[in-house]
């Protein structure tokens, strides 16, 4: 397994051109199953659980053109509605294959994901969602088994108890082309799915409300072809922008906007960085001035994305003062800690809320990567820390960073790839 080698203790300072997001792009990618005309997206990064979306795909009967960061669809002969464990187990989106498959063919035979790192994440609502549609859902063998009989999946009126990013996306996608209007009430707002909802739309797909808590979708028969390009990368943007503040640095992030991560800007304002922007770059600048610590609650858009929390946990490692972290989406998204303790933190957990009291310095150790942000945190702690860091295992930060150790290189850092 490949490692990064991180010698710290340097202000990261220039430009970072911003890709595009993870949590956009793969739904987005998982929509094409329901168009059986051409579908071209451009800006779609260039990561890990995209090859994993693509191989998906390709399974079942979906063809591709590729060119860096454009990628051509043609869905118009789809040859299976079951996406296996193999390809599944190895990322959690793969779940986004299911609504657009019981919409289209009538059927589809999913993998139930695996456990992961952060929680238990169980996909309860997405199910009773397509029941509540019409389908017939099992979980057989650990495939959850939908159909619907022939018929179409008709519209209906969907309550979520809980709110839910890929399963507001799963219905949201089922409903296009289902018989009738579907409301989704208590769905996420999150840019993300504002993304998927207007690349439906380009497709000829009628939806309106998607960014509040009421989507409304009226089916349609068939969708047509489309041009899209995905939105850019927030958590990747805010984790560039917290990795200047622990530095100390100054960086501009390009190609990217202010308006996708306002509830982060304002903490990071709060822990003391200056922060400005265009129409399409973030700067923030960090160089003199001293590093706060900050409180944080995560809580789904627009409140502060758990996407997000591992990195400020780093931040307030290295800040004056004490900051409580305060978990509320995902029950186990602390794995960080125990590493980061490794390198001189101080941090105490008690349940979901982490209070971290600022240390003035941090040292290199070998850490495990956990999960994706977990991942990034380790890196930032080893951007900061005077000496040589290992962070191991660090596929989980190809899952979801483009690139990750160029960009920050050429920031002025020193983080090594070893492949192993
Ligand atoms: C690919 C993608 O977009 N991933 C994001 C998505 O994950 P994902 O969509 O998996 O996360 P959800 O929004 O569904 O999860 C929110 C909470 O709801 C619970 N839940 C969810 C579905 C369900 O059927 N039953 C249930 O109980 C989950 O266990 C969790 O506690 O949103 C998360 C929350 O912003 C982000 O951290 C992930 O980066
Ligand atoms: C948890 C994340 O991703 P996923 O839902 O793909 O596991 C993430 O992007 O931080």
């Given at each position: 397994m490949d490692k990064f080698v991180i010698t710290g203790g340097v202000p990261l300072c220039g430009d970072v051109r911003i890709s595009g997001a993870k949590n956009a792009a793969l739904p987005i990618l998982f929509s094409?199953?329901?168009?059986p005309e051409p579908v071209n997206l451009t800006n779609v990064p260039e990561l890990k659980d995209i090859k994993t979306t693509l191989k998906l795909l390709a399974e079942l009967g979906i063809q591709c053109d590729k060119a860096p960061h454009q990628y051509s669809f043609d869905a118009?002969?789809?040859?299976?509605t079951t996406a296996p464990y193999d390809l599944v187990r190895t990322m959690r989106?793969?779940?986004?294959?299911l609504g657009p498959l019981v919409a289209r063919c009538g059927e589809a035979k999913v993998s139930l994901p695996g456990g992961c790192?952060?929680?238990?994440?169980?996909v309860n609502l997405h199910i009773s969602g397509l029941q509540q549609m019409g389908a017939e859902v099992t979980v057989e063998h650990g495939y959850i088994v939908a159909s619907t009989h022939g018929k179409r999946l008709q519209g209906a009126h969907i309550f979520f108890d809980i709110v839910t990013v890929t399963g507001t996306e799963n219905l949201m996608m089922a409903a296009v082309l289902a018989e009738g209007q579907t409301v989704l009430e208590n769905a996420a707002r999150e840019p993300e799915v504002v993304d998927l909802a207007n690349c439906l739309i380009a497709m000829g797909a009628d939806i309106?409300?998607?960014?509040?808590?009421t989507i409304t979708i009226n089916g349609v028969e068939k969708l047509h072809a489309c041009d899209y390009s995905v939105l850019p990368d927030r958590i990747e943007t805010g984790t560039f922008l917290v990795a200047a503040a622990v530095t100390g640095g100054r960086v501009t992030c390009t190609h990217t906007s202010a308006k996708l991560l306002e509830s982060v800007i304002t903490k990071l304002k709060e822990a003391g960085a200056a922060v400005s922007s265009t129409e399409n770059s973030i700067t923030l600048d960090m160089t003199g001035r001293t590093l706060k610590a900050v409180n944080i609650k995560t809580a789904p858009?627009?409140?502060?994305p758990t996407d997000m929390q591992a990195q400020f946990t780093v931040l307030n490692c290295v800040a004056q003062g004490t900051g409580t972290i305060h978990e509320t989406?995902?029950?186990?998204?602390?794995?960080h800690v125990p590493e980061l303790h490794r390198m001189g933190a101080d941090i105490e957990l008690e349940s979901n809320t982490a209070i971290v009291r600022g240390v003035t310095s941090l040292t290199g150790a070998e850490v495990m990567a956990t999960d994706l942000r977990a991942s990034a945190c380790l890196v930032i702690a080893g951007l900061f820390a005077q000496d040589e860091t290992v962070v191991n295992r660090i596929y989980h930060l190809d899952r979801g960073y483009e690139s990750l150790e160029l960009k920050l290189n050429s920031l002025g850092a020193s983080v090594q790839r070893v492949a192993g």
């Open positions: 094409t199953i329901l168009n118009s002969h789809l040859t299976s989106a793969s779940i986004l294959a790192a952060i929680g238990a994440r169980p309106q409300g998607a960014g509040t808590d858009h627009p409140a502060f989406i995902f029950e186990n998204r602390f794995m």
